[in-house]
Each structure stands twice: as structure tokens, then as C-alpha cells.
């Protein structure tokens, strides 16, 4: 996905800021309006976790450990 990824941020549609310590990353997160995981498996994710805490909202794909983590209000897992 990554050649994806490059070509969004050329065409100004993303930033691709690639790895970054993890203090910084998290300031970043904490300022996101959104978190979003496109993951295709995933187990239990830290940066899911880390945005829960951060009240940040989140956009993930319906695998693995998401389904176990990202609930709505009700307890459902949400389409």
C-alpha cells in the first residue's frame, strides 16, 4: 500500500509523515480528527487502543481484534 500512499500525498490528498518517535506520534494523534485503521488482519492494536484513550474517533476494518475492541454505545459492533 505504500506506493498508494506516496501517490496521494504527491497529488496534496494526504501526508505521509512515515515513522516518527513515539511522543510525537501520539501529539499527532491526539490533534487527529479521526483515527483510521485499514487493516486487512489485525490482532489487538495499540493504536486503536491509544486512540480510545485519547478520545479520538475511530474508522476501522471489521477484523480480527477490532471486532473485539470498537463497540457502539449499545455494544454492537457498528458496520
Known amino acids: ?3 498508494l500512499i506516496e501517490r496521494a500525498a504527491q497529488k496534496g490528498l494526504l ?3 512515515g515513522l516518527l518517535p513515539r511522543t ?3 501529539k499527532m494523534l491526539a490533534g487527529s ?3 483510521v485503521l485499514p487493516s ?3 490482532g489487538i492494536s495499540t493504536v486503536l487502543l ?3 484513550a485519547l478520545k479520538v474517533p475511530i474508522v476501522a476494518t471489521r477484523v480480527g ?3 473485539e475492541i470498537l463497540r457502539d454505545k449499545q455494544g454492537r459492533i457498528t458496520s
Open 65 to 67: 481484534g477490532n471486532t
Open 50 to 52: 491509544e486512540a480510545m
Open 1 to 3: 500500500m505504500r506506493p
Open 33 to 35: 480528527d479521526v483515527t
Open 40 to 42: 486487512r488482519e489485525e
Open 15 to 17: 501526508k505521509f509523515l
Open 24 to 26: 510525537k506520534a501520539l
